[in-house]
């Protein structure tokens, strides 16, 4: 797996976060937030990087969270799987850390939980221990002093994020002075989603299943058009080029916004 030309400068920046937080043993932890454009490659990023320097990956999703004592996914059920990597180097991705700020939304328990679970985080970055949900109902301990966390969000697509945005954002001063790191990912280029639709696993799966009724070049040739024509109106980033070849194979080899309403599963498939 390689890296987009728009992902690389900022990849080798946080390649060499990495590299210093597995070279002290965690001594050294450059919590940082990555911000980017909905399918700009922010958890794609994060999960090869955290491959390529053989660290483990915890992944929580921060739209499902709240304040601790609420109903729901609170930050010490979302950390449990801390439980298992006993005290080993974790990167700890919170997507879409964005959602948690409600601007200009007047329901104060939304802001209420949503403070609380910036508060929480920053009771888990500044120890060296968390209190996570166990089994039986029971909170257990485990060691945090190990554990980089990286904070990621589209906020709305807005580009060149500064730390004075991300306040406006809602994201508290407190907050910011503790994880000050900031990277923002560009979006893809034209040039960029057709090597990720010429690289496309799942391009290749249709190909096999399809191999008798259509060719590689045809079908490459039909979905580069739609992602041109559709460029400068995308908002999915990369994840656009799954959607087409969807519907590209579900229609029948043609890309129509109508799909069909049956569909067969059979060993040997036919686009007819």
Request: hydrophobic residues 35%.
């Amino acid at each position: 797996m390689k890296s987009l030309n728009e992902q690389q400068e900022v990849q080798e920046k946080l390649d060499k976060i990495f590299k210093i937080f597995k070279a002290t043993e965690g001594a050294i932890r450059p919590h940082f937030i990555l911000t980017g454009a909905s399918g700009s490659g922010k958890s794609y990023s994060v999960e090869l990087l955290t491959i390529s320097n053989e660290l483990d990956f915890v992944e929580i999703n921060a739209a499902q969270l709240t304040k601790e004592g609420l109903s729901g996914n609170s930050l010490s059920k979302a950390l449990t799987p801390l439980i298992n990597k006993s005290g080993k180097l974790t990167v700890v991705f919170v997507d879409e850390f964005d959602k948690l700020f409600i601007s200009g939304n007047n329901n104060e328990l939304a802001h209420e939980s949503t403070s609380g679970v910036q508060n929480e985080f920053l009771k888990v970055i500044e120890g060296s221990t968390a209190q996570v949900f166990g089994d039986y109902g029971k909170y257990v301990s485990v060691p945090t002093d190990k554990t980089l966390f990286v904070f990621a969000g589209a906020f709305n697509g807005v580009e060149d994020l500064t730390l004075d945005k991300l306040r406006d954002f809602g994201i508290k001063t407190e907050f910011l002075g503790r994880v000050g790191l900031l990277f923002n990912l560009k979006k893809p280029s034209l040039e960029s989603m057709y090597l990720c639709l010429e690289k496309s696993k799942l391009l290749q799966n249709y190909i096999k299943v399809f191999r008798k009724d259509v060719t590689r070049d045809d079908v490459v040739s039909t979905i580069k058009s739609a992602i041109r024509e559709n460029y400068e109106k995308n908002t999915l980033g990369v994840r656009m080029i799954n959607t087409f070849l969807h519907k590209y194979f579900i229609n029948g080899g043609n890309l129509t916004e109508e799909d069909k309403k049956e569909s067969s599963f059979q060993t040997e498939l036919s686009l007819k």
